[in-house]
């Protein structure tokens, strides 16, 4: 719901009353503008893109230009190495903590040769053989 239509240059002129930031273009064209990373560089682009202040001139006295760092050379990581959504980190360590507790009351882990299930087998557990409940293969213990 708007209280004004954002699609339309009237509606567009209103919104930009109620806006924290500038439009995504603005902010692109800012960016691609600032010579170095500090705030006076990105005052400097601002005021050209937009042609008006944000940062007070208080705020920039004694501000050094700070340079942009170069390229990185380290190989970049596999996307799955790159960050877990916090739902697979919440998983991660579940499992993480099951494992402990299966380790502390002695179970021993048998994973099956044939589909490659986790097998828990109690301390008590004595017979040589044991056949996975999913694919039926005889595993060795």
Known sequence: MYISNPFYKRGMAVND????HPPLTDRIKILRAMSGASFADYEKSYEQITKS????????????????????TDTPKEPAEVQKTETEQQIERKRETSDLMWRMNNYQ???CENCGTRLRLPPSFRAPLVRCPHCGHVNQV
């Open 53 to 72: 202040r944000v940062v007070p001139a208080s705020a920039l006295t004694g501000s050094q230009s700070v340079g942009i760092r170069g390229a990185s």
């Open 17 to 20: 009353l109620f806006a924290t």
């Open 109 to 111: 882990t048998i994973t």
